[in-house]
T-cell receptor
Framework: AQSVTQLDSQVPVFEEAPVELRCNYS??????LFWYVQYPNQGLQLLLK??????LVKGINGFEAEFNKSQTSFHLRKPSVHISDTAEYFC?????????????FGKGTKLSVKP | GAGVSQTPSNKVTEKGKYVELRCDPI?????LYWYRQSLGQGPEFLIY????????DSGLPNDRFFAVRPEGSVSTLKIQRTERGDSAVYLC????????????FGSGTRLTVV
């Protein structure tokens, strides 16, 4: 069975600083990998996804993530954060090549950007 | 519609009561997913519809939970004999295909059982 671990429940950072949100997964089979963002009182929005090909994936709002198969990681990064990036970020996996997209989510990381 | 719409946005009910939560997916999307997000947790899968049929209901926690999608569009999640532990945000998502490559979430319904 797959599982997802987000190592940090909260990450405070100053505006314009770089940030990395960590995600590790466990699976005996290949998976698709996703990062979703949840702004206060809103639904989840897809930031980026890794399906295949290049291990460096670029998403919206300047975020990127790198798939590392040997480390079973999919860390999310942004070189310079803004106040508006304050939100909760969820890493998720689904079964590679599956017929449906059931996602296994991590518990989330709350990013707090301070001026 | 432009996005996935969920109604109501908030629902407070008494323990033991019956509730219905509605999801209106993006027009033309055949795949529809329900998730439950408890406080401090990530969303947990409940059920997946492809068209009118429930293709996978393995995430429904018990027989008090039931969902329908009679015309392949709007879906209703039904909870009987609500318990305080059912308090959570219920999220709906839809996709054009099976949803394997990601999907669009609604804003959720916050259910509080008192």
């Amino acid at each position: 069975a797959q599982s997802v671990t987000q190592l940090d429940s909260q990450v405070p950072v100053f505006e314009e600083a770089p940030v990395e949100l960590r995600c590790n997964y466990s699976s005996s089979v290949s998976v698709y990998l996703f990062w979703y963002v949840q702004y206060p009182n809103q639904g989840l929005q897809l930031l980026l996804k890794y399906l295949s090909g290049s291990t460096l994936v670029k998403g919206i709002n300047g975020f990127e993530a790198e798939f590392n198969k040997s480390q079973t990681s999919f860390h999310l990064r942004k070189p310079s954060v803004h106040i508006s990036d304050t939100a909760e970020y969820f890493c998720a996996v689904s079964l590679y090549g599956g017929s449906q997209g059931n996602l296994i989510f991590g518990k989330g990381t709350k990013l707090s950007v301070k001026p | 519609g432009a996005g996935v719409s969920q109604t109501p946005s908030n629902k407070v009910t008494e323990k033991g009561k019956y509730v219905e939560l509605r999801c209106d997916p993006i027009s033309g999307h055949t795949a529809l997913y329900w998730y439950r997000q408890s406080l401090g947790q990530g969303p947990e899968f409940l059920i997946y519809f492809q068209g009118t049929g429930a293709a996978d209901d393995s995430g429904l926690p018990n027989d008090r939970f039931f969902a329908v999608r009679p015309e392949g569009s709007v879906s209703t999640l039904k909870i009987q004999r609500t318990e305080r532990g059912d308090s959570a945000v219920y999220l709906c998502a839809s996709s054009l295909d099976s949803g394997v490559y990601g999907y669009t979430f609604g804003s959720g319904t916050r259910l509080t059982v008192v």
